[in-house]
């Protein structure tokens, strides 16, 4: 898996999303590109993605804790602050 591709679509994914919205890594892509990556990929990206928020990296983005189903949920925060 090249996560870096990987990352700079959920980036993209980011630019759409309105700020203050709550929302799950697979939310970060379009149509079917999340559903056909094999489980493991999928697991392994939202650990690289989960890390590189609680480091910073990927600004106005903070890790809320976990949805229902377990997956690691994110909110957009208003770029003003």
């Known amino acids: 898996m090249d996560y870096e ?6 980036k993209e994914g980011i630019k759409s999303t309105p700020d203050n919205t709550i929302f799950l ?5 379009q149509g079917t590109e999340w559903n ?3 489980r493991g ?3 392994r990206f939202g650990a690289y993605f989960k890390n590189l ?3 910073g990296t ?8 976990k949805a229902a189903n377990n997956s690691a949920q ?4 208003d770029r003003r602050r």
């Open 58 to 65: 990927i600004p106005n983005i903070n890790y809320v804790g």
């Open 25 to 29: 890594v697979k939310e970060l892509f």
């Open 41 to 43: 990929d999928k697991l």
């Open 5 to 10: 591709h990987w990352l700079q679509k959920a």
């Open 74 to 77: 994110y909110k957009k925060i």
């Open 36 to 38: 056909d990556l094999p």
């Open 53 to 55: 928020v609680n480091e």
